[in-house]
C-alpha cells in the first residue's frame, strides 16, 4: 500500500517521465530529443529560424557559379572558404532584409520574382546586362554560340533534372538569387537613408562651427627610431579600468583559436632528384633510337601519337615555345626541368600553315537508333543515301539554307551557321573542314545522324605545329615520404603542450607558423592554404588548450604538419586575463603618442621651432597646407580627426604638438576663417549623415546595425563535420 501511495503522489510526474520517454522512443533516442529544444544541431539560424539546409543548398548553387566563372572542377579550400563567407554573408543580409520589408509592408512575392528574373535576362541584350549573368553566357558561349548560350539561359529551367546539367542550373540559381538579393537591397537602403532627416537649425548650427585655416604641420611615426627611448608604463588599476569602460569592445561574436603548426614540407631528396633525372636521360635515350613515334609510344605504354595542332601562342611555356617553333622540323628536345617540378623531352614532327576556325552552315539527317534516336523516322541506310543526295545537290548549286527548314532534327533554329574553332573539336574533322576548300561540302557520320557541312569562310592561316612532350614529375620517393612523416610523428609524440612543440621544432630546424584569432570556418593558417584539417581539429569540441594534433597530412601528401592549440577563446564577454595584454598593449600606445606630444610641447615652450622640432624629428615639415574642419579626411591630408579637432581649438596664429590615436602631429596655424554655409546647407547636411551613419559607408553601417540586433547563430563548422 505504502508503494501505491507512492506512485499516486507522484502521479503527475510519473506520467511527464512517460511521456518524454515515449517521444524519446518515437524520434530514436534522447540524443535526438535534445535536438528539439536546443540548437545543438543547428548549423545556421537568424533569428530563430533554422537555416541549415538553406545554407548547404545556396553553398552549393554558389560553388557552381564559382567553378563556371573561373573554369574550376574543384575549388581549392582557400576558394571554399571565400564561398562560405560569401553564401553566409548573403544569406543572412537577404534574411535581415526580407524582416525590414515585411515590417514595411513589402514582401517580394513569386510574382516580383518572377518579374525581376524576367527583367535580368533581357538586360543580356542590352548595354547594361547583369553582369553575373553575362559572365555565365560568355562560358557558355565559348562551347555552344552566343545565340545558342542565350537560349540555354532564356529556358533554363528545362535543364533542371537534366544529368550533366546540375552545375549550371545552380550558378543560374546563384545568379538570380543575388540579383533578387540585390533589389531588396536597393529597396530598403533607399528608404533607410531617406528617412534620415537633418533640419536646417541644426545644419545651421554646424555650418557655424565650420572654419578652415592654412597650417604648417609635420608627421611623427611614434615607432620610429627616434622615440625609442619612450617607453611608457601603465598600472593593473588602469587596466582594469579601461577594460570595465570598453567591455562591450571584448564580446566575441564567434569562438577563436590561436594555433601553432609545425610544418614538414614533403620535397624530393638529393637522392631522388638524382634517380628522376637518370630515368629520364634512360628514356630518352630510348625514345631517340625508336623507329618511330608509335612504336616508342606502344613499347613505354604511353598511348595515341598526339596529332594536334598548336599555334605559338598555345604554349604557355617560353622554353617549349623557343624550342617547337624556333627549330626545323624533326628536331630533337632534349630533356630539361622547369621550374624544379617537371622533366620535359620530346619531338617536333609536322608543320602547316592552318586557320583558327572554321565557318561551317550544316544540314541534320538523322536515322533510328536505340539509344540516342529512338523516335527517328529513317533508317541509318535511307539517311546515308539521303545526305549523299544532298550533297550532291550542294555540289551543283544549291542553296543550304533553303534546304534547311527540312533538315533540323526537329529543333527550332533558321540559321546554322557557326565557326568552328580547332581547339575543341574532333581533330580528324577539323582536318576535312581545312581539307574543303571554301564552298565545298563534307559529310560527317555522328552517332544517330549524318551531318551535311558546306565550308562558308575561314580565318587567315597561320603556322601550326604537332610535336609530342613527354613528361616526368619531379617528386618525392615513397622512402623520402616515409622519412618526414617518421620526422613529424617523433615530434607530435615529444610535446605535450604548445611551448614543447615550438621549442622541438626549434631545436629541429622545423619552421613553426603561428596563426592567431583563427575563425571555426577559415581554411588559412599563417599564409598556409588548404589547412581546413587542422582549422577542425582545433574546433573539435574535446580539444583544449595546449593540445597537440597527431601528425595531419595536407594538400595529398605534399606536408605534412603537427598543431598544438596556444589559446582557446570562447564566444561571448571574454575575461580580463584573456585581455590584459592586448590592453596592456594599447594603453601603452596611447601613452607613448600622448608622452611624445607632450615632450614636443615642452621643447616648444623652451624656444623650439616646428622646423627644429621637424629636423631633429627627421621628418618633413609641409608649409601652407589648407585645413578645413568639415573636410573629408583625404582634403585634410589625412590628419586623424581627433587631431583635426583639437586644430581648430588652437588660438590663431600658434603652433601646438596635437596627438591624434596613432601619431602626433607638429601644427602651426594661421587665422580662421569662417565658412560660407552651402546651398540650402547642403554640404553640411552631408557631414551629419556621414558622421550619424558614417563616412562612405552608409550601407555598411546600416548593415552592420541590423546584425548586432539580430540573435545570429553561426556554427557552420559543423558543415564539415556532416
Known amino acids: ?68 566563372l573561373y573554369d574550376k572542377q574543384t575549388l581549392e579550400e582557400t576558394e571554399n572558404y571565400q564561398v562560405h563567407e560569401l553564401t ?30 524576367d527583367e535580368m535576362i533581357a538586360s543580356l541584350r542590352t548595354n547594361r546586362p547583369n553582369q553575373l549573368l553575362a559572365q555565365m553566357v560568355s562560358k557558355l558561349a565559348d562551347q555552344v554560340g552566343v545565340e545558342n548560350a542565350l537560349s540555354i539561359i532564356s529556358n533554363i529551367e528545362d535543364y533542371r533534372d537534366v544529368e550533366g546539367a546540375t552545375e549550371l542550373y545552380n550558378a543560374y540559381k546563384a545568379v538570380q538569387r543575388f540579383n533578387i538579393t540585390d533589389a531588396k537591397r536597393m529597396h530598403y537602403y533607399a528608404m533607410a537613408q531617406g528617412a534620415l532627416y537633418f533640419s536646417d537649425k541644426m545644419a545651421e548650427q554646424l555650418s557655424k562651427s565650420n572654419k578652415s585655416t592654412m597650417a604648417s604641420f609635420a608627421v611623427l611615426n611614434p615607432y620610429a627610431p627616434a622615440f625609442n627611448d619612450v617607453v611608457p608604463s601603465v598600472s593593473e588599476k588602469e587596466m582594469k579600468q579601461w577594460y570595465n569602460d570598453h567591455k562591450a569592445a571584448f564580446k566575441l561574436s564567434e569562438d577563436l583559436r590561436d594555433i601553432d603548426v609545425a610544418i614538414f614540407p614533403v620535397s624530393p631528396s638529393a637522392e631522388d632528384l638524382k634517380t628522376i633525372e637518370d630515368s629520364v636521360r634512360a628514356a630518352y635515350q630510348r625514345f631517340v633510337e625508336a623507329p618511330s613515334l608509335l612504336e616508342f609510344n606502344m613499347a613505354e605504354e604511353k598511348g595515341l601519337v598526339d596529332s594536334t595542332y598548336y599555334t605559338a601562342d598555345d604554349i604557355n ?19 630539361f626541368t622547369y621550374q624544379d617540378m617537371v622533366w620535359y623531352y620530346g619531338k617536333v614532327y609536322g608543320s602547316q600553315m592552318r586557320p583558327d576556325s572554321v565557318l561551317v552552315a550544316y ?22 543515301l539521303e545526305s549523299d ?68 569562310s575561314k580565318t587567315t592561316p597561320v603556322e601550326k605545329r604537332q610535336f609530342v612532350i613527354y613528361t616526368t614529375e619531379i617528386v618525392p620517393s615513397e622512402q623520402t615520404i616515409k622519412n618526414i ?144 574642419y568639415l573636410a573629408d579626411s583625404y582634403m585634410n591630408r589625412n590628419i586623424e580627426d581627433a587631431a583635426i579637432a583639437q586644430i581648430f581649438a588652437m588660438p590663431a596664429n600658434s603652433s601646438k604638438a596635437v596627438n591624434g590615436k596613432n601619431y602626433v602631429y607638429l601644427v602651426a596655424v594661421n587665422d580662421f576663417v569662417e565658412q560660407p554655409a552651402s546651398p540650402n546647407y547642403m554640404g553640411e547636411k552631408s557631414a551629419l549623415r556621414n558622421i550619424c551613419v558614417g563616412r562612405g559607408r552608409n550601407e555598411a553601417s546600416i548593415m552592420q546595425g541590423l546584425k548586432a540586433k539580430a540573435e545570429i547563430l553561426d556554427q557552420r563548422s559543423m558543415f564539415y563535420s556532416r
Open 1 to 68: 500500500m505504502a508503494a501505491i501511495g507512492a506512485i499516486r503522489k507522484h502521479g503527475v510526474l510519473l506520467m511527464i517521465i512517460i511521456g518524454f520517454a515515449l517521444l524519446a522512443f518515437i524520434v530514436g533516442d534522447f540524443t535526438n530529443l535534445t535536438a528539439l529544444f536546443s540548437d545543438k544541431y543547428t548549423m545556421a539560424s537568424v533569428n530563430g529560424e533554422k537555416l541549415n539546409d538553406q545554407y548547404s543548398r545556396e553553398y552549393e548553387e554558389n560553388s557552381a557559379l564559382w567553378k563556371l
Open 88 to 117: 553566409w554573408n548573403n544569406l543572412v543580409e537577404s534574411k535581415l532584409l526580407d524582416e525590414q520589408l515585411n515590417k514595411l509592408g513589402l514582401q517580394y512575392s513569386s510574382e516580383m520574382i518572377e518579374a525581376a528574373t
Open 317 to 335: 611555356i617560353d622554353e617549349l615555345d623557343s624550342l617547337i617553333f624556333k627549330r626545323p622540323v624533326g628536331s630533337m628536345i632534349e630533356p
Open 363 to 384: 544540314l541534320v539527317v538523322d536515322f533510328k537508333t536505340t539509344a540516342q534516336n529512338p523516335n527517328g523516322t529513317r533508317s541509318k541506310k535511307e539517311a546515308r
Open 389 to 456: 543526295s544532298l550533297n550532291n545537290l550542294l555540289k551543283n548549286g544549291a542553296n543550304i539554307f533553303e534546304l534547311l527548314p527540312n533538315y533540323l532534327a526537329g529543333r527550332q533554329a533558321t540559321d546554322t551557321t557557326f565557326w568552328v574553332p580547332e581547339r575543341g573539336t574532333i581533330p580528324e574533322l577539323y582536318n576535312e573542314f581545312v581539307k574543303t576548300n571554301i564552298g565545298g561540302t563534307y559529310v560527317h557520320k555522328s552517332g544517330s545522324a549524318y551531318v551535311v557541312y558546306q565550308i562558308l
Open 485 to 628: 612523416k617518421s620526422s613529424a610523428t617523433t615530434l607530435a609524440a615529444a610535446a605535450t603542450n604548445a611551448d614543447e612543440l615550438v621549442d622541438n621544432a626549434n631545436a629541429q630546424g622545423v619552421q613553426v607558423l603561428r596563426g592567431t584569432n583563427v575563425r571555426a570556418m577559415d581554411a588559412v593558417i599563417s599564409q598556409l592554404p588548404n589547412c581546413r584539417e587542422i582549422v577542425s581539429w582545433a574546433f573539435h569540441k574535446d580539444v583544449k588548450t595546449d593540445d597537440v594534433s597527431d601528425v595531419i597530412n595536407l594538400s595529398n601528401n605534399k606536408l605534412y604538419a603537427v598543431a598544438a592549440v596556444r589559446t582557446v577563446r570562447e564566444k561571448g564577454m571574454q575575461k580580463f586575463d584573456a585581455v590584459k595584454t592586448d590592453i596592456e598593449n594599447q594603453l601603452k600606445a596611447e601613452k607613448k603618442v600622448e608622452m611624445i606630444a607632450q615632450n614636443a610641447n615642452d621643447e616648444m615652450a623652451k624656444g623650439a621651432s616646428l622646423q627644429d622640432l621637424a629636423s631633429k624629428y627627421s621628418t618633413t615639415l609641409m608649409d601652407s597646407v589648407p585645413l578645413t
